[in-house]
């Protein structure tokens, strides 16, 4: 969590979405990625109180490389 938002950083110029596991789907990572203009593409935690949308074809890519 402490070194996500430094390393999004260094390459937030250059995407247009972030495409992850449930394990990124925290608060503060969502905030970050809104805050650089990308599209979070995380599914919500189970049992998540207001649980965020994502684009379900593109999760499907997330491990193409």
Do not use: C, W
């Not at 969502?30 to 949308?53: D, S, T, W, Y």
């Amino acid at each position: 969590m402490k070194g996500f938002g430094p390393l999004f950083r260094m390459i937030a110029d250059k995407a247009k979405a972030l495409l992850a596991d449930r394990g990124y789907d925290v608060e503060a990572i969502r905030e970050e990625i809104a805050f650089h203009g990308v599209q979070a593409v995380i599914p919500a935690k189970r049992g998540r109180r207001n649980p965020a949308l994502h684009d379900r074809d593109k999760y499907r890519q997330r491990s193409r490389v």
